[in-house]
């Protein structure tokens, strides 16, 4: 007599950090989305803010003695965590970089470097590159421009844990920020595919119209952000939020995905521990 299979042992989540990148518009904010590539084998199509997980870079010394504004202390008491929190910051400007090719970064002056420059632009267009490649580090590239990590510009506002019955875990802190008003957007033809910026009341309407993929977080997030009708306000509410919970989603046996505070998101412990439910 065959035995059952045996529980599949949940994932550890990869850390992770992602940026929301918001600009105000005549018609209220408007924050940056990319489009994942369609052969990707994570969420593929889907509509993201830029991020990614964590590098070992992230958490060198050196690059962390590039970021301004924020130093590991303050940012393990942010996070709630006890150490390492400073590297979340430096992966999130970093992620924006490489796949938004928006720098989120001080000058010599303690000015957000302007790219509107087409010589200026086409340098750090290639510095982009030999990243992507792999070919240069991030903190060789700051070193060289003399540039610091605005890690001040960063707000951390949200915390996601990808559900355990995944086949793939981030455990993700949000941060939201000011776009640089000097720089122009691009995704990079590898990781995304396509770019816009769109007010978040707009992405949602896409998604319930089937128009957009977006995985939960995502919608969750914009629901958040839908309500400001100004970046200034936006980012006044977000810094000075009182409680950060962490979500880890659940799928009931309906197939939808719950957070805390839903209806039955208790019930849904047992289902997902026996490995029931793959997403």
Same mark, same amino acid.
């Given at each position: 007599?065959?035995?059952p299979?045996?529980?599949?042992?949940p994932?550890?989540? &990869?850390?992770? #950090?992602?940026?929301? $990148? /918001?600009?105000? *518009?005549v018609?209220?904010?408007? +924050?940056?989305m990319?489009? %994942?590539?369609?052969?990707?084998?994570?969420?593929?199509?889907a509509?993201?803010f830029?991020?990614?997980?964590?590098?070992?870079?992230?958490?060198?010394?050196?690059?962390?003695?590039?970021?301004?504004?924020?130093?590991?202390?303050?940012?393990?008491?942010?996070?709630?965590?006890?150490?390492?929190?400073?590297?979340?910051?430096?992966?999130?400007i970093?992620?924006?970089?490489?796949e938004?090719g928006?720098?989120v970064?001080?000058?010599?002056?303690?000015?957000?470097?302007?790219?509107?420059?087409p010589?200026?632009?086409?340098?750090?267009r290639?510095h982009r590159?030999?990243?992507?490649?792999?070919?240069?580090?991030f903190?060789?590239?700051?070193?060289?421009e003399? &540039?610091t990590? #605005?890690?001040?510009? $960063? /707000?951390?506002f *949200?915390h996601?844990?990808?559900? +355990?019955?995944?086949?793939? %875990?981030?455990d993700?802190?949000f941060?939201?920020?000011?776009?640089?008003?000097?720089?122009?957007?691009?995704?990079?033809?590898?990781?995304?595919?396509?770019?816009?910026?769109v007010?978040?009341?707009?992405?949602?309407d896409?998604?319930?119209?089937?128009q957009?993929?977006m995985r939960l977080p995502?919608?969750?997030?914009?629901?958040?952000?839908?309500a400001?009708?100004?970046?200034?306000?936006?980012?006044?509410?977000?810094?000075h939020?009182?409680?950060?919970?962490?979500?880890?989603?659940?799928?009931n046996?309906?197939g939808?995905y719950?957070?805390?505070?839903?209806?039955g998101?208790?019930?849904?412990?047992?289902?997902?521990?026996?490995?029931?439910w793959?997403?």
């Open positions: 007599m065959s035995q299979d045996a529980p599949a042992v994932l550890v989540p &990869l850390p992770a #950090a992602t940026v929301t $990148l /918001v600009r105000d *518009s018609n209220g904010p408007e +924050v940056l990319m489009q %994942r590539n369609l052969k990707s084998k994570f969420v593929p199509g509509y993201i830029p991020g990614g997980a964590l590098d070992a870079e992230d958490d060198a010394p050196a690059l962390q003695a590039l970021c301004a504004g924020v130093d590991d202390t303050e940012a393990n008491r942010m996070l709630g965590i006890p150490g390492g929190g400073l590297a979340y910051w430096a992966a999130a970093r992620e924006s970089f490489e938004a928006v720098l970064a001080y000058d010599g002056e303690k000015r957000v470097i302007a790219l509107d420059d010589a200026q632009a086409e340098k750090f290639r590159h030999v990243l992507n490649a792999g070919e240069r580090s903190i060789d590239i700051m070193r060289e003399g &540039l990590l #605005a890690a001040d510009q $960063l /707000v951390y *949200s996601w844990i990808t559900p +355990v019955s995944a086949p793939r %875990r981030y993700t802190r941060f939201i920020a000011a776009a640089p008003p000097a720089q122009e957007p691009l995704h990079d033809n590898h990781e995304t595919i396509s770019h816009l910026w007010r978040p009341a707009e992405a949602l896409r998604y319930r119209n089937d957009f993929t995502t919608i969750r997030t914009l629901e958040e952000l839908a400001y009708d100004s970046v200034s306000t936006l980012l006044h509410a977000m810094r939020k009182k409680d950060i919970d962490s979500h880890l989603p659940r799928l046996r309906d939808h719950l957070v805390p505070g839903d209806a998101y208790d019930d849904t412990k047992s289902v997902e521990q026996q490995g029931l793959k997403l």
